[in-house]
C-alpha cells in the first residue's frame, strides 16, 4: 500500500540552527500538508501546497518556516532559526485531491536544545 | 471557528467489550468531512474512518462505526470487540468541504485495552 515517507525519524539540533525535514507524499498525491504535535498536545496544521505555491497556513507557519518541492517527489519543510518551542513530531501529508482523506507519514522527531 | 472537543482524555475497556468515544465540534458549515484517527505509541497517524456530512448513514469499516448526530455536531466512534491492538491515543478531525485543506483536530482520547 502507498505511503507517505518522512526522514529523518528524530533529529536533534541546536537552538538557532536550520533544519530540513524531508518528505515523499504517495505518489499520485497533488496536495502536500504539514502539521505538527507538540508532545501532549493537538495535531496542529502548519501549511498546505499545491500546484507549487502555498495554498493554505496557519498563524503558526511565520517567516521562519518555508515549504519546497524542489522535484518531482520530495517536500521539504525548513526551519530557518529553530527555538526551543519548534520540538514537537513534524507531520507531513497528502491527499489526492482537494477535501480527500490525508495520509500522514510516521512523523520526524524535531528536539531542538 | 471551527473547533473540535474531545471531553475523554481517557477511557478503557476490557478485550473483546465495545467502547464509545466522543466527539463534539462547532461549525457554521452545512458540508464538510469528519475523521477519526489513530495514533499509537509509534506515533504514527492513521485512519480509522471517515463520515461525509451530507451523508445521513453511519460510516461503518470492520469493528469501527460512528455514530454522527448532525443536528447536535457530534460524532462518536464505537470500537466492537476491542483488540490489544486498538490502545492508542484517538483523534476526531473536522474539515471544511469547501475551501482550504485543513484539518482541525480535537485533544485526543487515550484508549486502553485490558486484558
Known amino acids: 500500500e502507498p505511503e507517505v515517507t518522512q526522514t529523518p525519524s528524530h533529529q536533534v539540533t541546536q537552538m538557532g540552527q536550520e533544519v530540513i525535514l524531508r518528505c515523499v507524499p504517495i505518489?499520485?498525491?497533488?496536495?502536500f500538508y504539514w502539521y505538527r504535535q507538540i508532545l501532549g498536545q493537538k495535531v496542529e496544521f502548519l501549511v498546505s501546497f499545491y500546484n507549487n505555491e502555498i495554498s493554505e497556513k496557519s498563524e503558526i507557519f511565520d517567516d521562519q518556516f518555508s515549504v519546497e518541492r524542489p522535484d518531482g517527489s520530495n517536500f521539504t519543510l525548513k526551519i530557518r532559526s529553530t527555538k526551543l518551542e519548534d520540538s514537537a513530531m513534524y507531520f507531513c501529508a497528502s491527499s489526492a485531491r482537494a477535501g480527500n482523506t490525508i495520509y500522514f507519514g510516521e512523523g520526524s522527531w524535531l528536539t531542538v536544545v | 471557528a471551527q473547533t473540535v472537543t474531545q471531553s475523554q482524555p481517557e477511557m478503557s475497556v476490557q478485550e473483546a467489550e465495545t467502547v464509545t468515544l466522543s466527539c463534539t465540534y462547532d461549525?457554521?458549515?452545512?458540508?464538510?468531512?469528519l475523521f477519526w484517527y489513530k495514533q499509537p505509541p509509534s506515533r504514527q497517524m492513521i485512519l480509522v474512518i471517515r463520515?461525509?456530512?451530507?451523508?445521513?448513514q453511519n460510516a461503518t469499516e470492520n469493528r469501527f462505526s460512528v455514530n454522527f448526530q448532525k443536528a447536535a455536531k457530534s460524532f462518536s466512534l464505537k470500537i466492537s470487540d476491542s483488540q490489544l491492538g486498538d490502545a492508542a491515543m484517538y483523534f476526531c478531525?473536522?474539515?471544511?468541504?469547501?475551501?482550504?485543506?485543513?484539518?482541525?483536530f480535537g485533544t485526543g482520547t487515550s484508549l486502553t485495552v485490558i486484558p
Open positions: 461549525t457554521s458549515e452545512s458540508d464538510y468531512y
Open positions: 478531525a473536522y474539515r471544511r468541504s469547501s475551501t482550504g485543506n485543513q484539518f482541525y
Open positions: 505518489s499520485n498525491h497533488l496536495y
Open positions: 463520515q461525509e456530512a451530507y451523508k445521513q
